[in-house]
């Protein structure tokens, strides 16, 4: 009846495309639902950009109840702004694979920063599937050719750098000497593996020298996961040269932190002939994770101390090649040099 029903248009339509449906051993009916399914999303059609909104708001709930912490959120605004002035104009189940890629090559920047506003752009497509406002997530269908164009070889290749023992024991060193208040800063991310982020927050009263353990609490963590984590003997030694044990562990915070930090790595010897940086992101905790990893070879003790969930090998395969055992030893079992040691006694 409906067959009948239809305009002449539907009918040579149909006549068109059942042969074609046929031929390809496609019913009519799964033709429709296939369709449907991808044309007429199940909780209506939304466009990018309210998506895009819609999280923020479920991110901005989390960041009150103390679910979130402030640079996550901020990281999240700020990349999804990026892409919400791209694309946020598009129906987000008629965004296509093309387009996302068009939109993160084109982003300016390091490999990891491209990396970074894809993972963004895959959590928020991933909520859209999520909520029934599309059928697929574009980002899935990125092929691994398509992702080493746009972002090199991070994730997939899992090619990370790190200090090696010569750097790691210069930069220690010199930080004492030259940059004391950083001392702290330094030792705690290059032999407990603690987060920037939750650097710039910790707190001299967390670190216990005597039960040889700093606890990151859940205001700072970045999971919101309370965790303990063990200080090496070496690193010990390295905070009783720190000048003040009181107050907060970094001696700046927001801007002027990462312009300080900066400033210390440069002049540390961490940049290349035209003087701009050569410090590998994240240098200090990928470093701890590869000797901690190398020195032990638990994969689960080193996601602990990370704050990792444990089993997480992604990771640790990665690690495996990066450094030997021998080189580990060493690692944790650097010491102050002399300058270093001169430089403390005239500093009482």
Request: glycine share 6%; with cysteine.
């Amino acid at each position: 009846k409906e067959f009948f029903k239809a305009t002449d248009a539907e009918r040579r339509e149909f006549a068109t495309y059942m042969p074609k449906l046929r031929e390809k051993g496609i019913s009519l009916s799964e033709a429709a639902e296939f369709a449907l399914a991808r044309l007429k999303p199940a909780n209506g059609e939304q466009t990018l950009s309210e998506v895009i909104k819609e999280l923020r708001a479920s991110k901005q709930m989390r960041h009150a109840n103390g679910d979130l912490a402030d640079s996550s959120l901020k990281d999240f605004n700020d990349r999804s702004r990026r892409l919400d002035e791209a694309l946020g104009s598009y129906m987000s189940h008629e965004i296509e694979v093309d387009q996302i890629k068009d939109w993160a090559s084109k982003i300016k920047g390091s490999n990891r920063t491209r990396m970074n506003y894809l993972r963004i752009a895959s959590e928020i497509f991933r909520f859209a599937k999520q909520k029934h406002y599309l059928r697929e997530n574009p980002i899935e269908d990125l092929s691994d050719s398509d992702r080493k164009e746009i972002h090199g070889r991070l994730i997939h290749g899992g090619e990370i750098s790190i200090l090696t023992v010569e750097q790691a024991e210069s930069f220690i060193n010199f930080t004492a000497s030259e940059f004391p208040e950083f001392l702290g800063v330094v030792t705690l991310g290059l032999f407990c593996g603690i987060r920037t982020e939750e650097l710039k927050q910790l707190s001299w009263d967390k670190i216990s020298i005597e039960e040889q353990m700093v606890t990151i609490d859940p205001s700072i963590a970045k999971k919101r996961r309370m965790r303990h984590i063990t200080i090496p003997d070496c690193a010990i030694e390295w905070l009783t040269y720190c000048p003040d044990r009181e107050g907060q562990v970094a001696p700046h915070s927001g801007k002027i932190f990462e312009n300080h930090f900066r400033k210390l790595r440069l002049k540390a010897g961490f940049k290349n002939n035209t003087g701009h940086s050569t410090w590998p992101s994240n240098g200090m905790r990928h470093s701890f994770g590869t000797y901690h990893y190398a020195l032990y070879g638990d994969s689960n003790l080193t996601s602990r101390e990370l704050g990792h969930m444990t089993g997480d090998d992604v990771l640790f395969n990665h690690y495996r090649a990066l450094a030997k055992k021998s080189e580990a030893k060493k690692y944790f079992n650097l010491k102050p040099n002399n300058k270093t040691l001169k430089a403390a006694k005239e500093n009482g």
